[in-house]
């Protein structure tokens, strides 16, 4: 139950920042700025890794649950599980946002500026190095290793810092439903389901290619 609980509150408080600062920055006319808001995703990643790393494995994220499982690295049967608590978590803070900014309008959802195709792809490629990353710096799903924090949490920041006007970067399917189900705006949010898993999925795909050896014992 402590891994479920841990990862509930990990992605509770990553939404939280995260869309929160999207959310200020929406009710204050930009006072949070696109940049501050980028390092509020890295920031709290990073520190949510290194406070329920040796608990749960920090995922935070159906789509790297997905992929540590289809690596052999987790656990299938507690896929739903641990997906159903990163739910709870999101949705959790995102009804919290809606109480204490009720005049915002997207609650830091994930609503693409281009056409769906182009979103889905720049997603799936966001997830795809995300995933890489997170992969090779894990030492398995219920370890992390000591710059993992750092290095996930970098990605993020930079992902987030690039692609952020065009897709919000979300990587992330609980963190694109919180938002989505409390707005109530639902447009596109199937790519937002779809391609980080996709992309999951490949960097896995492309891990088991470049190093074979992590992926006969290990994992």
């Known amino acids: 139950m402590r891994k479920y609980i841990s990862e509930s509150i990990g992605t509770f408080s990553m939404v939280f920042c995260g869309t929160g600062a999207m959310t200020i920055n929406e009710v204050t006319g930009g006072d949070v700025t696109h940049v501050g808001i980028a390092i509020t995703w890295g920031l709290i990643v990073m520190a949510m890794i290194y406070a329920f790393g040796e608990i749960s494995g920090a995922h935070f994220n159906p789509a790297?649950?997905?992929?540590?499982?289809?690596?052999?690295?987790?656990?299938?049967?507690?896929?739903?599980?641990?997906?159903?608590?990163?739910?709870?978590?999101?949705?959790?803070?995102?009804?919290?946002?809606?109480?204490?900014?009720?005049?915002?309008?997207?609650?830091?959802?994930?609503?693409?500026?281009?056409?769906?195709?182009?979103?889905?792809?720049?997603?799936?490629?966001?997830?795809?190095?995300?995933?890489?990353?997170?992969?090779n710096v894990s030492t398995g799903s219920k370890e992390i290793g000591t710059m993992a924090g750092i290095a996930i949490g970098g990605v993020v920041l930079l992902e987030a810092m690039f692609a952020g006007p065009i897709t919000k970067a979300s990587m992330n399917p609980a963190r694109s439903l919180g938002p989505a189900l409390l707005s109530g705006h639902w447009e596109h949010q199937w790519l937002y389901f779809t391609a980080p898993v996709v992309g999951a999925l490949l960097a896995v795909l492309t891990c088991r290619l470049v190093k074979p050896d992590n992926y006969r014992d290990d994992c």
Do not use: H, M, N
């Open 64 to 135: 790297v649950t997905i992929a540590f499982a289809y690596a052999k690295k987790f656990a299938w049967k507690e896929v739903p599980k641990y997906i159903i608590a990163q739910c709870i978590g999101a949705i959790v803070a995102s009804a919290i946002l809606l109480f204490l900014f009720p005049k915002s309008e997207f609650l830091g959802g994930t609503i693409p500026t281009v056409d769906a195709l182009r979103a889905f792809i720049l997603e799936l490629l966001l997830t795809y190095f995300l995933i890489v990353v997170i992969i």
